[in-house]
């Protein structure tokens, strides 16, 4: 069987090395031209995640991604802070947690050596449809059409073939717009380094102004320790930090900026917002080069709104059909596993049965979808509740209650 996957990201890559390794006849498509040239931050994996993934690609793949990969076990419990920098409260112990952070790059890189020669890079895909003998078939901008027997999209939030599917777009704009950015654990003041401590923490301010801090270390908290199998970008205990903020034409505009510009930009808008001046420490310290903005887009949260197309010999997973904003570090995961399970279904199948092995994928891709995107919406919800008269009223005295509170309990 020849199935051909359109985009190469996270889902795309992950399922054409899993459909390599079990003898499919594989392509997989992207328009960058690099797979290294992708946003610097991290990406979380779950037990579940890793379990699919180790299902898609070969044992020595999954050894060098751990080796490179931080352990959330190995890590402090998550903190909550106001604006002030003032802790609020604590996240769930993390040492039962298996959980394992990752750079976006490492695992990118790692994926496509998987897939290896089946990867075509700088194809931009303009639809998809069905050939003369009506399989499905592939169109891109600048190269001949490809047919085959089963097409996905894994093309990401404005997904061309989900597009083409569902008659539509599969997602919107959540309301929120983030830039990231990361910084040495060591390029910060011996002060901000004890009030941050080798943890991830959020802090939300009045006028939905969010700033989440990502520790990652995976040397000091390597998942696997196998320093010679070691491939990170990351080299050392590093901040990946996320500014939040409410879309408007204001905060929309800052995405023109790059570097050090858009860094000045962003302390303009936590200033303004009343920040304290050591908790955006994060933000001056950080490598203006990695400095980037992203617009969170998500779809439905009702399971029954993903994917509502009948299911055929053209499909799609990942973000293409349940677009999930970072704020619960889930989306990856969920492509992952989405990849694993086409497989599974469509390794099960033969001949006219491929219709039905990809509606139950689809089946399990919409309760997966749903779950992942229920939980990233309650932080977007809770983010743009602040920016309510009433929610950053709420803030403005309510945080202050919460840190004397929580500074009697310590
Ligand atoms: C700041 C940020 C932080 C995040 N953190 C986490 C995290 O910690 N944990 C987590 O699990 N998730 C995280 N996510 C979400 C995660 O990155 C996505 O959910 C995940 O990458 C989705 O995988 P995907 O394969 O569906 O899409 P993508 O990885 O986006 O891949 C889509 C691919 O399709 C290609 N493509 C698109 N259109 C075309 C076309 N027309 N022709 C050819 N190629 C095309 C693109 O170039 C891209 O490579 C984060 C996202 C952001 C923005």
New binding site residues.
Partial sequence: MRVVV?????????LGAGLRRRGFEVAV????TDVAA??G?????DKR?QSALGDLVEPTIMRRLLASGSALRLRERDAFWDRRGRLLGHGPDLGGSGSV?VD?ITL?VLLAEAVGDGLHLG????GVGLDDDGAPRVLFTDRAPVSADLVVG???????VARHLAGGPTSSPAGII?F?GRTLLHDLSPGEQRRLRPRSGLAVGPRGAALYV?FLDPVGNAALVAPELRMSVTTGPTYIW?AMFPESAATDSLRDLRGGELKTALLGRFRERGWAEHTLEVITRADPQSVAG?R?NAASTRADDLAPWPAGRITA????VH????TA???????IR?AASLLEHVGNATGGTLTDAVGQFEAGMRRRGSEVLTLAMKTVRWILATDTTLGAAATVVGTPILAAAARLRR
């Fill in positions: 359109v985009g190469g990201g996270i889902g795309g890559l992950a498509f992207d328009r960058d992708t946003g931050y991290h990406i979380t994996l995640a952070d976006r990118r194809c931009s895909v303009s894994a093309d990401g939030t404005h997904s061309v983030g990231s990502g996320g992203f969170f997973l990942g973000d293409a677009a999930t904003p970072p570090g889930m989306g990856a995961g969920a492509a989405d």
